[in-house]
Structure formats: structure tokens, C-alpha cells
């Protein structure tokens, strides 16, 4: 079965950085759009970042400049590198694919995705 396992989060100071992991099994990796949300404490889960299997990529407004989402379909894996970390970036941030391979509203709908990894905390300190 599919299965998303994300990685990497921690505390870190604000202007710091860190990089996010999501390793994928049980599907053809390079076949499919992969995507970031996160969700903070009383908040709803958002949109972060996107990387198509075609190698488009997007980004939500909060952290365009400042994160990057990349991949290796060698290792079916997935990144996000986060930079100049502001307290605000605090939350629980999750990795997403799209098995349809269509989207019926848009990339950035939590919606969208089937698939859902188990989240990994981030937490930045002022």
C-alpha cells in the first residue's frame, strides 16, 4: 500500500533553516504530483508547496522566496527546504500526493491529495 513517512522537523531559532524529508513506497514514484501542507495549532492545514511530476513548481505566498520543494525519484523522495524560518512557520507539516493524477479544483485544495504521510513538527523560537 501507498505510504508517506516525513522526516526532519524539529526546534530550530527563528532565522534559521531546516530540511523536511517525505519517502514514499508502494507507488511509481516519478509518476506522481507531491505536495506540502501544514497545519498550526488551531489553525487549518495549508497549503505550503508543490513539486508536479513534470518538475513544475508552486508555492503559497506565507513562504514563497524562502522555501523550496524538491525531489529524487531515484530515492522516492521528497523536500522541502526551509529558510529564514519565522515563528509563524510553526506547525505540524504534512506530505501529500494525488494518485487521480487529475485535479477538479486545483493543485493547492487539501482536497486534492488521497494520500497523507503521519505529519512531522516543526517549532520556531523567537
Known amino acids: 500500500q501507498v505510504e508517506l513517512v516525513e522526516s526532519g522537523g524539529g526546534l530550530v531559532q527563528a532565522g534559521g533553516s531546516l530540511r523536511l524529508s517525505c519517502a514514499a513506497s508502494?507507488?511509481?514514484?516519478?509518476?506522481?504530483?507531491m505536495a506540502w501542507f501544514r497545519q498550526a495549532p488551531g489553525k487549518e492545514r495549508e497549503f505550503v508547496g508543490f513539486?508536479?511530476?513534470?518538475?513544475?513548481?508552486y508555492y503559497s505566498d506565507p513562504v514563497k522566496g524562502r522555501f523550496t520543494v524538491s525531489r529524487d525519484n531515484a530515492r522516492k523522495t521528497v523536500y522541502l527546504q526551509m529558510n529564514s524560518l519565522k515563528p509563524e512557520d510553526t506547525a505540524v507539516y504534512y506530505c501529500?500526493?494525488?494518485?487521480?493524477?487529475?485535479?477538479?479544483?486545483?493543485?493547492?485544495?487539501?482536497?486534492?491529495?488521497?494520500?497523507w504521510g503521519q505529519g512531522t513538527q516543526v517549532t520556531v523560537s523567537s
Open positions: 501529500a500526493t494525488n494518485l487521480r493524477q487529475t485535479y477538479s479544483r486545483r493543485y493547492d485544495y487539501e482536497s486534492e491529495y488521497d494520500y
Open positions: 513539486f508536479s511530476r513534470t518538475g513544475t513548481s
Open positions: 508502494g507507488l511509481g514514484f516519478s509518476k506522481y504530483d
